[in-house]
């Protein structure tokens, strides 16, 4: 559709405020009031739901495993890990296999309150070569964990709370009962502080310590054996190709049961092949629902302001009523009526949408140096990290999202204007004469 200048003009002269038509001016401005709102808050949610989800998902994959081979025996314990770690680092698309023994402890410190942890026991090698790991030490050193040796590393925040830094000292007691003289005591260990990190994401920083394999075989009562062995693959995407491949591995075949879980079986050993995805399934499920609802929800603010423009653009048909008729009798056609009303809406649609856009981008890019602006002036963190896991709130713009809210919310506000230039277009010149 071609617009040419006179519609231009018209429409843009109708939608600037005259004193007698200033009710109307300002529906119209707060229609695109709320276009710009309804589009500058749907680019900054989805933008931190973007955002929250590749940073939950790098923070859970670069921290733990992307598929987990555990015996599926009575004990639960792989004897002969060894083996299975050497067979498994030659398959192809597997980047590293790493054998812990892992159970759930309780942590003192310096502090009379303690707290409930999660151990990891992995060899110093291991440990090392997770590159999250490495790269978030804020205190201490790697090379100081050493096997045959009493020491941890844990989180920063857990420390904190246990009261606790490097080079002091943490007692874990586990759940498992030994007998003393006769008297059954909890196992426990004191361990040596080395290095504490902060991969930003609370859930791991408030509750795991690493520990050397061999220490963790003693305290678990696993000598001989490991829990979980943990395999990282090289591509994200291969994960489930590769079950059969680990299982062929090993001499065993891949087998699921009814409820889907993987198995690799074989005449001496089974075991049971766990993954990411099954692990946080209900996690990333419920994320997703939530940026499908929020999407839903402040998508109705546009729809609201288009309605906005429909009540605003028919008050101007009918304020404008004497006009049409004059510009019909001297010659313009309904099509040139419609589209003077339909620049007219649209106009409201697309600059709204514009700044909208503006808007949101802007927040975006700086919704973490707002939050902490809220933290400082009202002393409340809207984003906290107990509830939401992660210490810095992420967003990330998604260009393509953000023009498919636009397309959006140019064609809402395109419809909107569709009815109130039709009903111009359809106007009668004698009868607007005759009652002006």
């Not at 923070?59 to 792989?78: A, C, P, T, W």
């Not at 002969?80 to 759930?104: H, N, W, Y």
Request: glycine residues 10%.
């Amino acid at each position: 559709m071609i617009f040419n200048s006179f519609e231009r003009m018209v429409a843009m002269r109708y939608l600037r405020a005259r004193r007698q038509e200033g009710f109307v001016s300002v529906i119209a401005g707060f229609s695109l009031l709320g276009i710009a709102l309804g589009v500058g808050t749907l680019i900054v949610v989805m933008s931190v739901m973007n955002g929250f989800h590749v940073e939950l998902l790098s923070k859970i994959l670069g921290f733990n495993s992307h598929l987990s081979l555990s015996s599926s025996s009575g004990n639960g314990v792989v004897t002969d890990f060894d083996a299975v770690t050497e067979k498994l680092r030659k398959v192809p698309g597997i980047a590293s296999v790493t054998p812990t023994v892992q159970g759930q402890v309780f942590a003192t410190g310096t502090r009379t309150n303690g707290t409930g942890a999660l151990v990891k026991s992995v060899r110093p090698e291991d440990l090392q070569s997770r590159s999250l790991i490495a790269g978030s030490i804020v205190d201490g050193s790697l090379k100081d964990f050493v096997a045959d040796d009493d020491v941890a590393v844990m989180g920063a925040k857990l420390a904190q709370s246990i009261g606790i830094g490097v080079g002091g000292e943490v007692t874990v007691i586990t759940p498992l009962l030994t007998n003393v003289m006769g008297q059954l005591i909890p196992r426990m260990k004191t361990l040596r502080v080395v290095a504490l990190f902060d991969v930003g994401m609370y859930q791991y920083d408030n509750s795991i310590i690493f520990m050397p394999l061999e220490t963790g075989q003693v305290l678990f009562q696993k000598k001989g054996g490991v829990t979980d062995v943990e395999i990282m693959a090289k591509n994200i995407q291969d994960v489930p190709s590769l079950k059969p491949q680990i299982c062929a591995a090993l001499g065993t075949k891949l087998d699921f049961n009814a409820g889907r879980a993987a198995y690799c079986t074989g005449n001496k050993s089974n075991y049971v092949i766990g993954d990411w995805e099954q692990a946080n399934a209900d996690f990333f499920t419920a994320v997703e629902v939530e940026r499908t609802v929020m999407f839903l929800i402040l998508t109705l603010i546009i729809i609201v302001a288009a309605f906005n423009i429909i009540s605003g653009q028919i008050m101007m048909v009918k304020d404008k009523g004497r006009n049409i008729a004059i510009m019909r009798t001297m010659g313009a056609s309904r099509g040139t009526i419609l589209r003077i009303f339909l620049i007219s809406g649209a106009s409201i649609g697309v600059i709204g949408t514009a700044l909208g856009c503006i808007l949101g981008y802007a927040f975006a890019a700086n919704v973490d140096r707002i939050r902490h602006a809220i933290q400082d002036i009202f002393g409340v963190d809207p984003f906290n990290p107990v509830v939401y896991f992660l210490s810095k709130l992420p967003a990330i713009v998604d260009p393509v999202e953000v023009g498919l809210i636009s397309l959006m919310s140019l064609a809402l506000t395109l419809l909107a204007s569709l009815y109130p230039a039709w009903r111009a277009a359809r106007l009668d010149p004698v009868e607007a004469l005759r009652y002006e």
